[in-house]
């Protein structure tokens, strides 16, 4: 089945760094690639999608394109804020088995 | 208005007790799926229910039943509770199955086993 790796650990960064999260994908076909954020206390919310090859999902200034070559979509955000502090979860259509199959997460930490 | 909701937030029980977490979406999903969220925030799916029909049941001990008595319901019934459930569980929905449309969750059910 299509499975998805992030990197290893928590992120934690001051307000206003710059934020990359990786995550490498193993897929047949050709399938919807999705980040997906969780705020503390609360359950998973869709973040940003990409559907095909060179797409760029984009929302509250975080951006991940769809790389085919590299199969990846890391997530990136130019300037954190305190606010994004939360667990980031990478996801792929897994259409075989009918279903989303996600990555481990990160844990995003920014500090003022 | 919730999209998701499921009750209850919290569960404090002992080991070997049996409880249920219900679930509810009001979005006119045709699918929806339980998950388990571990300490380490490991995310789980444990069944999926589409239009009633189990779709997904993946190897979770037989203790834990769903049940979907519509396709805007689904429960979680768990026998003999063990220290090992102590979790988060996520309800989810999405429009179909398949894997290709934007899941929606609950806020999630904390169950502690002691």
Redesign the interface.
Known sequence: GNSVTQMEGPVTLSEEAFLTINCTYTATGYPSLFWYVQYPGEGLQLLLKATKADDKGSNKGFEATYRKETTSFHLEKGSVQVSDSAVYFCALSDYGNNRLAFGKGNQVVVIP | DTA?SQTPKYLVTQMGNDKSIKCEQNLGHDTM?WYKQDS????K?MF?YNNKEL??NETVPNRFSPKSPDKAHLNLHINSLELGDSAVY?C?SSHR????G???????SRLTVL
Do not use: C, H, N, R
């Open positions: 998701v799926y380490k925030k490991f995310l799916i999926s779709i997904i996520f989810a199955s398949g894997g290709d934007e899941l929606f969750f609950g806020e999630g």
